[in-house]
């Protein structure tokens, strides 16, 4: 006798469950929510450093954000990294050249002073630091003066950017 009134608890609990169940959501049309996005995406940022290869400059791509231009600059003393060693990049700063800083004044050439002597650099390291100095200039090419221990080399454009 159990056994028949426990069939019939679990037969009404389990039609209770389905008419539950069945309740709430209908079917329904495709509904409309506009066009899908569209336009250009946005790369990863990147910077640009000016490296040597073969004697000359140049201009590599790392990813990277927001790094200030002294950031940018230890990164040439710091030297290519292994990928870019690699593909045979070098670099000529020295890195006894650092820590770097740059002044940015409107109208005036942007000036990295440097924690050595500025005419000890040879000149493929002058270019490296007025090209990548001057590669987060947007616009019209930025002159770029290096500056070492009351030295100075330039105001120089990036060559290629006159």
Request: hydrophobic share 40%; with cysteine; aromatic share 4%.
């Amino acid at each position: 006798m159990r056994t028949g009134l426990a069939r019939r608890v679990l037969a009404a609990g389990l039609v209770s469950l389905v008419a539950v169940a069945g309740c709430g959501v209908r079917p329904s049309d495709a509904i409309t929510a506009g066009d899908p996005p569209s336009g250009r995406v946005e790369a990863t940022p990147t910077i640009t450093l000016y490296l040597v290869k073969n004697g000359r400059l140049s201009a590599v791509t790392r990813p990277g954000g927001q790094l200030y231009l002294s950031d940018r600059l230890a990164m040439l003393a710091d030297g290519p990294t292994a990928r870019e060693q690699a593909h045979g990049f070098t670099t000529d700063v020295p890195f006894e050249v650092g820590p770097f800083s740059v002044t940015a004044e409107p109208g005036r050439p942007l000036v990295v002073t440097l924690s050595t002597p500025a005419s000890e650099l040879s000149t493929l390291a002058v270019e490296q630091i007025v090209c990548t100095a001057a590669a987060i200039v947007p616009g019209s090419p930025a002159q770029v003066t290096v500056v070492g221990a009351g030295q100075s080399v330039g105001p120089r454009n990036c060559p290629g950017q006159r």
